[in-house]
């Protein structure tokens, strides 16, 4: 079975540039995740969504950023304008929520991430 | 601002010693993650704790969940090379981990 599989894997753009970012989750998981890792740190989240519905974004910077997850499926993140302080990999997850009848708890799966550069 | 603080930031020892990470934090969770990741790729799950007190182990790892469930430690006995790593904890605030919080993480490196 593929996992998360994100795209581009790396990206390098001018500041006040706009980019977008693409996740595909793992088929049959509804819960995404979007997460902003910076070098040597643990990655901090961004937005959660429960199928189509963003159930926390509270730590989105929502003057710039923006998301969307069509059908429950996919989900995009952009940009725009981009500034340097932006330069991160931005990580996406998805996990079987709610856990599997042998399981209490689920694992986040996470896809390889975008290297975003601003220059 | 992080909620779980991990230490060490970064750890350099040789293969063959033992070592310790921490995790800690004042809030409580429901449960916690310890979590691995190489370079380039994204973090990989390695065990999940529930239980204040629980002790789990996974070959050379031992991993223990503090017993008012704010902290939790990941002991690596006679450490090898393929240890290294980015090591991340994750908490979760509501039972199912659907609400997950990394730590600051730590650098492990194993040098031969």
């Known amino acids: 079975e593929a996992g998360v599989v994100q795209s581009p894997r790396y990206k390098i753009i001018e500041k006040k540039q706009p980019v977008a970012f693409w996740c595909n989750p793992i088929?049959?998981?509804?819960?995404l995740y979007w997460y902003r890792q910076n070098l040597g740190q643990g990655p901090e989240l961004l937005i959660r969504y429960e199928n189509e519905e963003a159930v926390d974004d509270s730590q989105l910077p929502k003057d710039r950023f923006s998301a969307e997850r069509l059908k429950g499926v996919d989900s995009t993140l952009k940009i725009q304008p981009a500034e340097l302080g932006d330069s991160a990999v931005y990580l996406c997850a998805s996990s079987p929520w709610p856990p599997g009848p042998f399981s209490m708890n689920t694992e986040a799966f996470f896809g390889q991430g975008t290297r975003l550069t601003v220059v | 601002t992080q909620l779980l603080e991990q230490s060490p930031q970064f750890l350099s020892i040789q293969e063959g010693e033992n070592l310790t990470v921490y995790c800690n934090s004042s809030?409580?969770?429901?449960?916690l993650q310890w979590y691995r990741q190489e370079p380039g790729e994204g973090p990989v799950l390695l065990v999940t704790v529930v239980t204040g007190g629980e002790v789990k182990k996974l070959k050379r790892l031992t991993f223990q969940f503090g017993d008012a469930r704010k902290d939790s430690s990941l002991h690596i006995t006679a450490a090898q090379p393929g240890d290294t790593g980015l090591y991340l904890c994750?908490?979760?605030?509501?039972?199912?981990?659907?609400?997950?919080?990394f730590g600051t993480g730590t650098r492990l490196t194993i040098i031969p």
């Open positions: 088929s049959g998981h509804n819960t």
């Open positions: 994750a908490g979760a605030q509501n039972f199912g981990n659907e609400k997950l919080t």
């Open positions: 809030s409580v969770f429901s449960s």
